[in-house]
Structures are given as structure tokens and as C-alpha cells.
């Protein structure tokens, strides 16, 4: 009999040491536990007693009697578990005495427990006073017994009505509930006598909780009796009774708890309150007896019956080619010991099924009843093999305990995932080599970066090739300048071999020559198109360049050919890339131009060119951006990130990058439950990882839990691993540590490891953010426009969308989109100030079911002097490399074009023409030209 399992048994049989806790639980409430009233806990129970005669519902001599002191004594037992969360309000068995030991029981009336027997009780309870006194003068101010003088048998033990002959007096309620009244009216109170035999005080005594839970443990035996389900169904709990007694159960509620009375604290302190009648499950759902007949009932909610068959259904929706995925067989259970399930030998399904869990036990706990679930799994066939539907399979669980059998049916439907060919063109251009602005890293270092995060995290069976173009493009097979024909990803792990070519091909990417982004564009084509019909269901096409056009072909030039969706990145400002051309071209396509600026040290522009990749990423595959924030954690602290998911959300994969290898990443459920890298394979989950980044992906619902964990808010975690810090600060300066520059070694130290997660979601609850532009100038007006689909049908008036807006000068404001249509939301702005304008929309709403969801896009747009009359591109560099930008940058540096008095203040203002002139110097002085892109 474990203590702290929630089961009541009979007092006298529990353990010694469990008696003593409940006796000290039972004084604790009367002298330190106290109501805002200053009246304590256990004083406040014969205020209550007392007080329970009103709205004409009579908890003595009415229907309420029963139902109304189940609720005391379910009320008391969470009073006592503010001291003692282990405590149960277990019952004295009234066909026994309870002064004797016989049967291996205990004697109650002892001073180590409930007192003396005879006379006032004393001892513990010596502090605990009657008002009887006072209120009758009978000389008794403090509680008193006279067990066994009224009511006692021969023997000593109460001359009451057996248990079976209560049970057996009416299959209706009216019935039982007068038999048990009775026992209880003309034994049981007299029985003990003394102060508990006088209904109008007999709550001062502590014995009578341990009467009325033996009241209601009678209840709760009749209720449970498997052949009458119906006794715990709030619609005929109280069959039998006359219409105005019904009446009055539905329609009074439990007082003084619902704060009608009177009676504080409940009068005055809502929160308090519990207002609900005599039918509602809390007052009919019985606590759990060690007497309880058990019940077994499937969950039709999530196993629906097929009267065709027979049986209950386990059905795998939605599930995508070549993803497992788990269901389970759901059978509740109200029984107040162990139970165990398991899939009947003879009956286990067959491939494409299987079972995940064959024998589940499931131990009491302090509930009225638990939901145990025996978990199957799906593995959906191979890509091209959708849409599928296999089953039915048919299984059979059986409980060891009793044999009951329970017939069920696995079905399941299969969908395809579209599969995606990604063909990366890559800038490499001698401009790559510059800096990306003043974050000290360079152009082509971003790059690297921000490639290798997409080759790691684009999902199996989608394709991933690498060009790369300069003045030139060149083919995946080029001597020199080779790059990656597009291959497919073949698992979802880091290790995967196509991931680690095309890692390798991104980190041999260099910088040289000019620019030619029609080139580029075309070669990418070129490889799309060159695909075996059908390899892949879509292509997509995602160039990344640093400059402006100064070799042919331009982008005009080719762009008519180009007919897979673009994604286009440009590594400056809108002026330093073609933002026109590169607009129009994505935009036709149903892709994006994405502008990152000149990027500094600021925790945004650290990982905005990975959070493009990731946006581009989940573009192509179809995937939602639940949440994507940016921050910090520090040594000690934990981050903890909230994030909404739903029944609609298939599969959920949360993403984090770091500037450091030092933090670590788990994920919390909504129930509480945490998932890391050690038990992520009990979820059905996986953690990867690499140089600062992790991710953990699982699917929905959770697999093999005993409740349904699927949508609600969950929460990422993260910590600092201190281990992985004292060895990174440890090894900084030795020959074999990574060279971090200073400056970010600083921030660490002083601000902790800078982060972003983003949260990805399969998912057929979906947003499609949209931006246009009417022109290129000042002036120009934006036109945002975002729609919201669930299962393909519009999110209609149930979401809200807005779009947090940074401006050039980087001030902010946040735009509302009005629902215009049918889950279609739009606003517009003019675009008066030269530079990016970067759009964070921002979808939160509830799904069909009212779960909330939240999804997320970035959208950059932008305007410059001029941007409505670009200018041609500049000319190729001269045949001996001598260009003229060169000429133009040395005459005007060197050729004192610029007085000594303009030098100085510009010196004042912090500009270095000196360092100016060595970089002109290194860079046109290297023969073959400047390298300008």
C-alpha cells in the first residue's frame, strides 16, 4: 500500500506511519493553516456542516445528502494535502469496531491517534473544542465519544447493515441512497456517540471524515459496478429520484463553496468559488476506494466505433511518404489498482504496421480514472506511392487483470510530400571577398556560412545541386570552378553523404573575377531542366550575389528563360545588387528578393543571412515558420521560448543557432514533460547537431505518451552547458582552439552565447506572405499581402495578422492587415525614405478546433534615388587589369584633389584616409584589376 498513491483505504489498515502523518495533517489545519477569515481550516468544517441548509436543497433530509458531503470530504482531503500532499481521507469501516485489533486491524481510539473512546478524546486532539456546551450546557467543551454504549452488537462492533446488503437494496439511485441513509441516520452517528451523535456538532470531531468517506466509499462501490456504466454518467446519476428532486440537484449549486451562502471566504473572494450544481462530473465522478469495481472503456474520441466491424479504429491520417508515425489504442480505465494491456498474442498487425508498445501497466494515481494506451506505428511507402490507404489490420488488447478483451482495427491513409530539386547559384566574384559591412566578416565567409546551414537542414528525398558564376558560370563538373549536380538528400541526419559533398563544395567556394549574374541564372536553369521527368515534383532556384552586373548575360537577358521559383539574396544594400531585376525575376516566379544590408555586429544582422536560407528553405518545402526570435542566454539562466503548435501540425522541428558551440537545447511539452538528447528516442524524437547549430524534430501527436500530446504551447529551453564554456575559455589561445575574434569573446563574457531559433512546422495550417512594389524610387508605394489556408480552405475571421516593420533609418512601427477576403489580409505604405524596408509578419489565430497558432515570414523591400532609371551596367575591366574605377579612386585620393583642410576634418569625423588609400593600393595594385563586382 503505497503512500501517496490516492487510494482511501481503511484506516485501520494502513500503516502506522501513515496514521501518524494523517493526524498530524488533521492538528496542523486546526492550529497553523487558516482562511482569509481568520477562522482555520478544520474550525471552518462545522461552519460549513452548519451552513449547509440553504435554497431549499437540505443536505440532511433531502437528495443532496449524499452528493453534498462527498464534496466535504473531497474538499477536506485537499485541505490536508496542503500539508501533506501524500495524504489520502481514508474511511472507517463501519461494520467493524473500531477499538479492536482483530483481523490484523488497528485500534483507532488510542492517544497516538484519534484519543479515548469514552469521554473527551484528548491527547492530540485535546485542543479541539465543541460548541455544544455553550449552545445545550451539557458540560462538554471539547469533543467527547461514547463509542459502543447505543447501536453495538455482542461483539462490540456496530449493529449496522452490511456493504452487500446496501449495495443490493436498488439498481436506481433513490433506492440505494435511502439504504445507505438509513444506515448512516440510525447507527453509525449513535455508534460513536458523544459529540458526533448530535448532527448539530459533530463536525468538531475529526472521526466523523472518516465516517462520511466510508459513506462515500459505499457510493462509490455501487457506482462502479461494471454492469451499470450509467451510475457515472452525470445525465442518470441520480436515477429514481422524483422530478422535483431532480430538479433541485440540477438546478441548486454546492454551497457554501459557490459563495451564495454567505459564508466566507467564498462570499467575497471569487476565485475562490466553485459554482457548480449536483450533477456536474466533479461531484459525480467518485474518488478512488480500494473497494472500486473496475471498468474498462474505450475512448471513442480517439478510437471511433465501426459498427460495420465491430470495432474500435486506430487510423494514421495524413501520413507523409517514407514517415513513421504512432497512434494509440485508448482504453480508460477506473480501477484502483495496476493494469496492465497488451496487444493478444496471435493478433499483431503486419507491415505497414507494427506495434510500438506491446504491453503497457499503468499504476493508480490520485485520479478518478487514467487513460491507458497502447501505441501502434505506420511507415508510409516509399515516395510516388501516395496516396495510399492500407488497412483495415486487425489487433485485439487484452487486460491481464480480468480478460477483458478489446477488438480494434488499424487504418491509415498515406499523402505525398512534395519533393523539391534546389539548385544554388553561387556569387564568387572578387567583391565576395570584401567585408559584409563592419560585423568583420567577409562577404564570402556570410556566404559559407549561411549555404552550409541550408545543405545541413534541407530534409530527406528533396535535391540539392551547387553552380557557381563570376564573369562566367560554370557547370557542377568544371576543373577549376566545379560545384555539386544536383543529388538527393537521402536521411535527415547531419551525417547524410550528400550533405557532407555539398559542405564540402560550399566550403571550397572562393572569390575571383566580375560578375555575371545572368550567367548564373541560366546555368542553374540549364541543370533544373536537365532533371529526368518526374525525379522531382518542383524546382526551385536560389542565386546569391554581392554586386552589381558588369559582364554579360544580364539578368534581363535571361530572365524570360527562367521558369523555376527564384529565390534570390542579395549580400548589400539596394543599391549594390541589380534590386530591380532580381525583384521583378523572383517575384514572377513566386519567390523573393531578400536584401540583408550592410550587416555590423548587432544581434539581428549576426544571423540575418541564415535566417534568409531558412526562410528560403522552408519556402521551397512547403513548411511553415511557427516562431523565428533572437536573443541571449547567459551562464546560469535559462531561456525558456514559447511556441504554438495544433492538430493541423504534422511534424515540428525546432532550429537553433548559436555564435558559440555553448548552449544547450531541449524542448518542453505542454504538459510539462521534457525532451532532450538522451530520451528523445521515448518521444519518437531526434536531436542533431553541428558547429553552432541544433536542432530536434519529432513528430505529432507525440509518440508513446500516456495522454494525447499534440497541440498547445510548448516552450524551447536553453541553457548554457558550463561544461562546454570553461573547456571554450579554457582552450582559447592554445594551437588546436577555434580562432574566435575578440570582440564576440567580449559579448559572450559580458552579455552570454547570442541565439536564434526558429521553430519549423509541417503543416496544413499555412501562410503566404506576399510584397510588391509599384516602382524602385522614393515615393513608391509597398503592397503587403498575406493568406492564411488550413486543410486548403480559408482561415476566415479566426486570425489576425500584422507585419513589424523596420524602416531604412531603423526606426519602427507595427502595420495591421484588415481581413479583406476570406483569410486574405492586405495593407499598403509609401516607401518615402531611400534604403531596405524589412517586414516581419506576424499570423496568430486559432485552428478549426480554437487551438492557438502563430506563424511568421521576413519580407525586405527597397527604394533609391534613381531606382526607376537604373543605370547601365559599368563596363568590363580593361585587358591589362588597369580599370577605371582604379583611375578614377587614385586621382582623387592621390592626386590632390582633396585639400589638406577637407583631409583634417575628415580625420575629425573619423575617417582614415590613409587606411582608404592602402586598400585602393592592395586592390588595383594586384594586375587584374580591382576585383570589383
Not at 496 to 517: C, F, K, Q, W, Y
Request: glycine share 10%.
Amino acid at each position: 500500500m503505497a503512500l501517496g498513491d490516492g487510494i482511501r483505504r481503511d484506516i485501520s489498515k494502513v500503516s502506522e506511519a501513515e496514521r501518524n502523518l494523517f493526524i498530524d495533517a488533521i492538528v496542523k489545519i486546526d492550529t497553523t493553516k487558516f482562511f482569509s477569515d481568520g477562522i482555520s481550516y478544520w474550525d471552518k468544517q462545522e461552519e460549513i456542516h452548519k451552513n449547509a441548509h440553504f435554497s431549499g436543497v437540505d443536505v440532511h433530509a433531502g437528495p443532496a445528502f449524499i452528493p453534498w458531503h462527498r464534496v466535504i470530504v473531497n474538499r477536506l482531503e485537499q485541505l490536508l494535502r496542503e500539508v501533506n500532499p501524500a495524504l489520502s481521507l481514508h474511511y472507517w469501516d463501519w461494520t467493524t469496531d473500531p477499538r479492536s485489533t482483530d483481523g490484523g486491524r488497528a485500534a483507532l481510539f488510542t492517544p497516538q491517534f484519534m484519543g479515548n473512546a469514552s469521554g473527551d478524546a484528548g491527547h492530540l486532539l485535546n485542543g479541539f473544542e465543541s460548541t455544544e456546551d455553550a449552545e445545550t450546557g451539557n458540560g462538554h467543551t471539547h469533543i467527547w465519544r461514547n463509542v459502543g454504549v447505543v447501536g453495538a452488537n455482542g461483539d462490540g462492533t456496530p449493529n449496522i447493515s452490511s456493504d452487500a446488503s446496501i449495495l443490493a437494496a436498488g439498481t436506481d439511485f433513490a433506492s440505494f441512497a435511502s439504504a445507505l441513509k438509513s444506515a448512516h441516520d440510525s447507527v453509525a452517528h449513535s455508534y460513536i456517540g458523544g459529540t458526533i451523535s448530535n448532527p448539530h456538532y459533530s463536525f468538531h470531531d475529526p472521526f466523523v471524515f472518516l465516517l462520511h468517506s466510508n459513506v462515500d466509499r459505499l457510493w462509490a462501490m455501487w457506482q462502479t459496478d461494471p454492469a451499470h456504466p450509467e451510475r457515472l454518467s452525470t445525465a442518470s446519476a441520480y436515477a429514481g429520484l422524483n422530478a422535483g428532486e431532480l430538479t433541485s440537484l440540477v438546478t441548486e449549486f454546492v454551497e457554501p463553496w459557490a459563495g451564495g451562502s454567505g459564508l466566507e471566504p467564498w462570499a467575497s473572494t471569487p476565485s475562490l468559488r466553485a459554482v457548480v450544481t449536483y450533477t456536474d462530473v466533479s461531484v459525480v465522478t467518485p474518488a478512488c476506494y480500494d473497494t472500486n469495481s473496475g471498468s474498462f472503456q474505450v475512448l471513442e474520441a480517439e478510437n471511433p466505433f465501426n459498427a460495420g466491424t465491430s470495432r474500435f479504429q486506430v487510423t494514421f491520417n495524413d501520413v507523409p511518404e517514407e514517415e513513421t508515425t504512432w497512434r494509440a489504442a485508448v482504453v480508460r480505465v477506473r480501477a484502483c489498482g495496476e493494469v496492465t494491456l497488451r496487444v493478444k498474442p496471435g493478433t499483431e498487425p503486419a507491415a505497414p504496421f507494427d506495434v510500438a508498445t506491446p504491453v503497457v501497466e499503468s499504476d493508480p494515481g490520485p485520479v478518478p480514472f487514467r487513460e491507458v494506451r497502447v501505441w501502434f506505428q505506420f511507415t508510409a511507402g516509399a515516395v510516388g506511392t501516395a496516396p495510399q490507404t492500407p488497412g483495415p489490420v486487425n489487433t485485439t488488447l487484452v487486460c491481464d487483470e480480468n480478460g477483458q478483451e478489446f477488438l480494434f482495427e488499424l487504418r491509415a491513409n498515406t499523402i505525398h510530400r512534395p519533393t523539391v530539386a534546389v539548385q544554388l547559384a553561387l556569387d564568387q566574384s572578387g567583391s565576395m571577398a570584401w567585408a559584409a559591412g563592419t560585423s568583420g566578416a567577409t562577404r564570402l565567409q556570410v556566404l559559407v556560412d549561411a549555404a552550409s546551414l541550408f545543405a545541413n537542414l534541407i530534409q530527406k528525398n528533396n535535391g540539392i545541386g551547387i553552380i557557381r558564376f563570376d564573369q562566367d558560370a560554370y557547370p557542377p563538373d568544371h576543373a577549376t570552378f566545379g560545384g555539386m549536380p544536383i543529388t538527393k538528400v537521402m536521411n535527415d541526419g547531419f551525417g547524410d553523404p550528400t550533405r557532407a559533398t555539398a559542405l564540402g563544395v560550399i566550403a571550397a567556394h572562393t572569390a575571383n573575377g566580375e560578375t555575371s549574374v545572368g550567367d548564373g541564372l541560366e546555368m542553374a536553369r540549364n541543370q533544373l531542366n536537365a532533371l529526368p521527368a518526374g525525379a522531382y515534383d518542383q524546382k526551385a532556384l536560389v542565386v546569391l550575389t554581392d554586386g552589381l552586373e558588369n559582364a554579360p548575360k544580364s539578368i534581363a537577358e535571361v530572365a524570360g528563360l527562367i521558369d523555376s521559383r527564384t529565390y534570390a539574396v542579395g549580400l548589400g544594400n539596394e543599391a549594390q545588387v541589380n534590386t530591380s531585376a532580381l525583384t521583378a525575376l523572383a517575384g514572377s516566379t513566386g519567390g523573393a528578393l531578400l536584401l540583408s544590408g550592410l550587416l555590423a555586429t548587432s544581434l539581428d544582422d549576426q544571423f540575418r543571412l541564415r535566417k534568409f536560407f531558412l526562410q528560403i528553405l522552408a519556402g521551397v518545402t512547403n513548411t511553415s515558420i511557427v516562431r523565428d526570435p533572437t536573443g541571449y542566454v547567459g551562464v546560469g539562466s535559462k531561456v525558456r521560448i514559447p511556441f504554438h503548435l495544433n492538430e493541423a501540425d504534422i511534424h515540428a522541428r525546432a532550429i537553433l543557432l548559436t555564435d558559440f558551440p555553448v548552449v544547450r537545447l531541449s524542448i518542453e511539452t505542454p504538459d510539462g514533460t521534457l525532451i532532450d538528447p538522451g530520451n528523445a528516442a521515448s518521444f519518437g524524437a531526434r536531436f542533431d547537431t553541428a558547429p553552432r547549430l541544433q536542432t530536434s524534430s519529432f513528430g505529432l501527436p507525440l509518440a508513446f505518451q500516456p495522454q494525447v500530446v499534440h497541440g498547445g504551447t510548448w516552450h524551447a529551453l536553453l541553457e548554457i552547458d558550463e561544461e562546454r564554456y570553461k573547456r571554450l575559455l579554457t582552450g582559447i589561445g592554445s594551437d588546436n582552439s577555434p580562432n574566435f575574434p575578440p570582440g564576440p569573446l567580449q559579448e559572450l563574457l559580458a552579455k552570454g552565447a547570442k541565439y536564434c531559433l526558429s521553430v519549423h512546422s509541417f503543416s496544413n495550417l499555412r501562410m503566404n506572405a506576399v510584397l510588391s512594389q509599384d516602382g524602385f524610387a522614393p515615393g513608391a508605394r509597398l503592397f503587403l499581402r498575406t493568406t492564411l489556408t488550413e486543410y486548403a480552405l480559408p482561415v476566415e475571421r479566426r486570425a489576425t495578422v500584422r507585419a513589424e516593420l523596420e524602416y531604412p533609418d531603423h526606426s519602427q512601427t507595427v502595420l495591421a492587415l484588415p481581413e479583406v477576403a476570406p483569410g486574405v489580409f492586405e495593407t499598403s505604405l509609401v516607401a518615402h525614405v531611400a534604403g531596405i524596408y524589412r517586414f516581419r509578419v506576424i499570423a496568430e489565430g486559432g485552428s478549426f478546433r480554437g487551438t492557438p497558432f502563430t506563424r511568421e515570414q521576413i519580407l525586405t523591400a527597397a527604394v533609391w534615388t534613381g531606382g526607376d532609371h537604373p543605370t547601365p551596367p559599368p563596363p568590363r575591366d580593361e585587358p591589362d587589369g588597369r580599370d577605371d574605377w582604379c583611375r578614377l579612386l587614385q586621382c582623387v585620393l592621390g592626386g590632390g584633389a582633396l585639400s589638406p583642410e577637407l583631409e583634417e576634418r575628415l580625420r575629425r569625423q573619423g575617417v582614415d584616409l590613409d587606411a582608404i588609400r592602402r586598400c585602393v593600393k592592395v586592390w588595383c595594385g594586384r594586375g587584374g584589376g580591382t576585383g570589383r563586382a
